[in-house]
């Protein structure tokens, strides 16, 4: 069984791309796969904002996952990359016509418990970012 969970790193996308980026930093070009269709697949949207998460983690706003090395990482969050992780993470948290995120959560009844502390994180996100 599958990591399910509301938190950012609560899940199986999340895990595997922290296992990806401790492995050998964050190249965002190899995550492009998760975000190639129209509609955002599960992975994709817990892809999405775990970058979110990791972004305001590199900027000292949020604990650091496992025990990621944040030096490796914080290089690939230029204004660009954070721009571009904002969008996918509205895409992600838009509805269930683009989610599969957000309409998974939604059958569960649990939307809100997901969704409010993603919607928070991305504002707080933008708010600490200069734009591109």
Same mark, same amino acid.
């Given at each position: 069984m599958g990591a399910w969970g509301a938190g950012p790193w609560e899940n199986d996308g999340a895990l595997d791309l %922290?296992?990806?980026v401790g492995d050998g930093g964050l190249v965002v070009e190899d995550l492009a796969w998760a975000f190639e269709d129209e509609y955002l697949e599960v992975d #994709? #949207?817990?892809? @999405?904002l775990a970058l979110v998460d990791l972004a305001l983690a590199v900027? #000292? &706003?949020?604990?650091? $996952?496992?025990? %990621?090395d944040l030096d490796r990482v914080a290089p690939a969050f230029t204004p660009e990359v954070v @721009? /571009?992780? @904002?969008?996918?993470?509205?895409?992600? &948290? =838009? #509805? $269930?016509e683009t989610s599969e995120a957000y309409e998974l959560w939604e059958e569960a009844g649990s939307l809100d418990e /997901?969704? &409010? $502390?993603?919607?928070? =994180?991305l504002a707080e996100l933008r708010a600490s970012s200069p734009t591109p």
């Open positions: %922290l296992a990806e #994709g #949207g817990q892809i @999405a900027r #000292g &706003l949020r604990p650091v $996952p496992g025990d %990621l @721009a /571009w992780v @904002a969008e996918q993470a509205d895409r992600a &948290l =838009a #509805g $269930p /997901w969704r &409010l $502390p993603a919607v928070a =994180a």
